[in-house]
């Protein structure tokens, strides 16, 4: 039996789903910036967004008030520096969400598929694995990984070409997953 590893990579930085007060466009871009202010020792970290439409800005907030001493050194200078990784630990962080009633618009990521899948009908152990978080189904994650539609998925699953434990359609994303895929398998049928 052959494996294979997939890492599922954000292409770039999501979008939130919130309308704008000035113009009522749909969707907010993430700016990919940290804005870090100062007061004595207390400081205030936001994430900023902006309109798609007319780039009014929103902040959303990290921390208010937050004693400076209590920031790990590598995450303040993530802050400074605007990391990626930092970016993208607190966009897929539910509470953080939450705290900012935030909605991130899953179904346009660009999502890109480095790795190799075995060729079609040879039996494998796939591991795939995400740079983030992604909360995002692994039905769907699948469905990229192969190259197929999702009710193709559905239906390797149902006839046995595919096996996965869980619920693909429950199941999310995460860091990860495994599955297999048998002797025998076909993307179209």
């Not at 935030?102 to 494998?124: F, K, M, Q, V, W």
């Not at 197929?148 to 199941?171: H, I, P, W, Y």
Request: net charge positive.
């Amino acid at each position: 039996m052959l494996t294979g590893n997939i890492t599922l990579c954000l292409n770039s930085l999501p979008r939130f789903v919130k309308t704008c007060p000035r113009c009522k466009s749909a969707y907010y871009e993430n700016s990919g910036c940290f804005r870090v202010n100062a007061n004595g020792k207390r400081l205030d970290l936001w994430l900023i967004c902006r309109c798609e439409h007319c780039k009014t800005t929103w902040n959303l907030s990290i921390y208010e008030r937050i004693d400076r001493a209590v920031l790990c050194a590598a995450d303040y200078r993530g802050y400074l520096a605007n990391d990626q990784a930092l970016i993208l630990r607190h966009i897929f962080d539910p509470a953080f969400l939450q705290k900012n009633h935030a909605t991130l618009d899953l179904d346009n990521l660009s999502i890109s598929i480095r790795g190799n899948i075995p060729p079609e009908g040879a039996a494998a152990d796939i591991h795939i694995r995400s740079e983030c978080p992604l909360p995002i189904p692994a039905i769907r994650a699948l469905a990229l990984t192969l190259g197929v539609s999702l009710s193709r998925v559905r239906r390797m699953q149902e006839t046995g070409a595919l096996l996965f434990d869980g619920d693909l359609r429950k199941t999310k994303t995460g860091n990860g997953f495994v599955f297999s895929l048998c002797a025998g398998w076909q993307r179209h049928a």
